[in-house]
């Protein structure tokens, strides 16, 4: 086994000394036992040691190093434009990041390693993700250098959805794995955020960087908790809608205000 940075030599570099060993905020939410653990950490000078030294050296490296020219200006805020290439790159790397920020968290995670890890073989193979992983990128305009969060919704060993976001300087990624449907994934961003991110994975249209709208300390702290649906999900939730009248709505409405009278009376 190998020992390896949780982030590269290059990532690192982008820092201040100061900022190196920084403490810096982490948590991991789990729906199904209701529980939230919370820890701050150097995050940018931790290691792990579950890596076999083979992929260490040989593709893992690869993917660091095709990341690098991409993920540097985003990390920095340096004016560029993200296309198809740097999307598919940066995309493949902060999963990887993902899977070694879940070996360092170990505990109620080291079963969800074991079913997300099998990705590793299909990035290794096809240079590809899943068609249920979706990865978005926003620019974080806050003091906050770093941050890294995780949501579980289900069970550990069975997940349903699995939510990471990591903050390193301006640039913030999410990665979202969808454990129901092998669909993409559709999401209801809190309002108050506004249009603040860009899916790169699945790819998209090319867009400037830095993005117009900023992710500041306290609307990162929104962005780490969407609603998350398959597509089938929303499709289905909008022909409910249609069915009903505004009518039919608004006496639903009004039924449903009734029925709660009623419980406080009696």
Not at 39 to 57: E, G, H, I, Y
Not at 65 to 79: E, N, S, V
Not at 172 to 182: A, G, M
């Amino acid at each position: 086994m190998s020992k390896e940075h949780l982030w590269p030599s290059w990532a690192r570099a982008t820092l201040l000394d100061t900022e190196k060993d920084m403490v810096v905020p982490h948590s991991i939410e789990s729906s199904e036992a209701v529980s939230v653990r919370e820890w701050d950490a150097p995050a940018f000078s931790a290691t792990l040691k579950r890596v076999c030294l083979q992929c260490n050296n040989g593709w893992m490296s690869d993917l660091e190093h095709r990341a690098q020219p991409y993920a540097t200006p985003l990390i920095l805020g340096t004016p560029t434009t993200v296309d198809a290439s740097a999307q598919r790159s940066l995309a493949i790397w902060a999963y990887l990041k993902c899977l070694l920020f879940v070996t360092v968290a170990g505990g109620q995670l080291a079963d969800v390693y074991a079913v997300a890890s099998k990705t590793f073989f299909e990035i290794q193979s096809h240079d590809l993700l899943p068609l249920h992983t979706s990865v978005f990128v926003a620019h974080h305009v806050g003091p906050r250098q770093g941050q890294y969060q995780c949501r579980l919704l289900g069970k550990p060993d069975r997940p349903v959805c699995f939510v990471q976001t990591f903050t390193i300087k301006q640039l913030t990624i999410q990665v979202v794995n969808n454990y129901l449907v092998r669909a993409p994934i559709e999401f209801e961003r809190d309002p108050r955020l506004g249009n603040v991110d860009q899916r790169i994975w699945p790819t998209g249209a090319d867009f400037d960087w830095p993005m117009e709208n900023g992710l500041d300390d306290a609307g990162l702290t929104i962005y780490t908790g969407p609603q998350v649906h398959t597509a089938e999900e929303s499709r289905r939730a909008q022909r409910t809608r249609k069915k009903l009248s505004p009518s039919a709505r608004r006496n639903k409405r009004l039924a449903t205000k009734r029925a709660r009278r009623r419980g406080r009376r009696g």
